[in-house]
């Protein structure tokens, strides 16, 4: 009577095969998800930066001291996202609430009609992929300015 099936030595060597196969996709699916997270922290920063600079352009002034004003100006929301009352934005590499790291920080100069990016942590993974994509520095606390308020027109 002959048994159809398979041997223990092919088993084995299936076996062996799905965990050389799991050990080289998992890491590559661990980088994966933190690019995406870059991705989706330094666009929500752009965007906070160009909503910022477009409702300014429409009123003349930029008046962000509260939450609910900056919610006013941008549309980006999130836990990463963190916006206080001393006209500043903050990004961070997850939710606050699960003691995220600050990444970014926007800064709003009423006096000199200015926004200023400034990266804030370069031992984070998350935070310095944030900072090489926006362009910032890889040094602490290095600001690009971007200055919103133009000349007056006059005829």
Do not use: H
């Amino acid at each position: 009577m002959k048994r159809s099936g398979f041997t223990m030595i092919e088993l084995i060597f299936v076996i062996v095969i799905l965990g050389i196969l799991a050990a080289v996709a998992i890491p590559r699916l661990a980088a994966t998800r933190d690019d995406a997270k870059i991705s989706t922290l330094a666009t929500n920063t752009t965007q906070i930066v160009t909503d910022a600079s477009a409702a300014y352009t429409a009123a003349g002034d930029l008046n962000v001291t509260t939450k609910t004003q900056w919610e006013a100006v941008t549309n980006v929301r999130g836990p990463e996202v963190n916006y206080d009352t001393a006209q500043q934005a903050r990004i961070y590499d997850k939710a606050l609430a699960s003691g995220g790291t600050e990444c970014t920080r926007i800064t709003y100069d009423s006096a000199a009609g200015t926004l200023t990016t400034q990266s804030k942590n370069i031992e984070n993974a998350i935070c310095l992929g944030i900072n090489q994509r926006l362009g910032l520095s890889a040094d602490v606390d290095t600001n690009t300015t971007i200055s919103i308020k133009g000349s007056k027109v006059t005829f």
